[in-house]
């Protein structure tokens, strides 16, 4: 992998997850039990924690925020090899955080079941124009854009959405901006991407410093509900108590950018931190001569992708144990398959499998603290299982980029990992309104509610999955990415 090239097994995964978020949401309502996330499972599809269990929907989550981690290490050492200081790179990723947040607000207003309870042809334009200018807002102009004209427009697209969002009724009789109605999963993105990237900062040289926060995290989620407990004050705190701003209007419009509760996705950040390390001293390292047969490479994408729908089968029908022990054979098996590599895309490979096998175990052993494994509310197992498992998948996807050079192949998820939040923002609003507008859903005898036939609804997903693809291409071939 030569040095300052992008990792491309690590944008596929993360594209790999957006699109299944993607494909997630777009799913008809009747469809079997594991297809949906396991807590909210049909007819009803209401909350139900005492439900354990997870499916693939409840692992799409995780793998991007693992992915996240993974890319902080790679994006900060640019910077600092750029010769930016530490405090520079810090305030920048807290300005990211920020962009992050306000996309999070923004992006949430201008979605048609927020705009309207019954979104007619006027609601889809307005959410079909609402992403043009969150383009235009958050746009990392190219180089042959002049500044002062992107500044320009960039200033407008903010006004513009300002105004529009400002002076609009919402269903629920407020009118304007409030801080509820926001993109919780932006949110937690943006509060992860600032700790996570603060915490890797201060101790890029310390690894074992960085563990020991990790720990520190995992024991604060675990004593969050014992009462009158330092880890609970931690857990509650918001900035809006502290600067004694908790009443109204300030609980209203000021926006709620952190709360430590979003900070427990860490455990699956953190985590990736460490695989971005491994990237980065694989880079450092002096190749040498030696190749594994095509079928060790092989061995490892299949048992890397195998131990994630193992995860998904067993833990869905409730065999914990015997699931336990699957994936315990998967990872030595992995161990075994990548022992004694020759070069440092070799070593690479064999490290993630190693870091991802031990983290996947200790997952393991976590499994009955909270009564098995569960997204909502998340258990500490559900955190260290699915790093280990995206861990896994990673190391399967790197023996088909670097091993198998099947890279080309993966270009679908390769282009929405390198561009998630445009894919993302394609997903809530582009999508939704092109959907809406051309009224295409209701050609295929679907409505908008998606009635029977089901497997016409699961095509009609898929569709609205490759639009998010394809224009996550055109505008990543096109050097159009989103600052955040």
Known sequence: MPQGS???SLDALRGLAI????????LPET????MYHAQSPPPNHQSDPTIPGVTWVDLVFP???FSMGAAIPLALTRRLERGEKWFQVAWVLLIRGMLLGAFAIFGEHLRAGEWSDEPNANTYWVVFCGFFLLVLMFIRWPQKVPPVLGKAVTAMAWIGATLLIAFHNYPDGTRGFANYRNDVILMVLANVAVSGGLIWLATRCRPLLRAGVMIAVMFVFLSSSAPDSLGKQIWDFTPLQFLRLDGWPYKRFFPIFYHFEYHKYLLIVLPGTFCGDLVLRSRGEDDSEGHWVWARYLAVALLGIAASVAACI??????DLATCWELMAIGAGMVVVTARPLTSAQRLISQLVRFGAAILFLGLLALPL???????EATLGYFLVTAGLATLFLAALQSLTEGLKLERWLRAFTYPGMNPILAYCTITNFVMGLSGLTRYSELLGLGPLYPKPWVLAVVDGGLKTLVVAFVAAICTERAIFLRT
């Open 6 to 8: 992008r990792f491309a």
């Open 19 to 26: 699109l299944g978020m993607a494909w997630s949401g777009m």
């Open 31 to 34: 469809l079997p039990a594991w």
């Open 63 to 65: 793998f991007f925020l």
């Open 314 to 319: 067993g833990f869905y029908a409730h065999d």
């Open 370 to 376: 909270d009564g098995g494994i569960k997204k909502d």
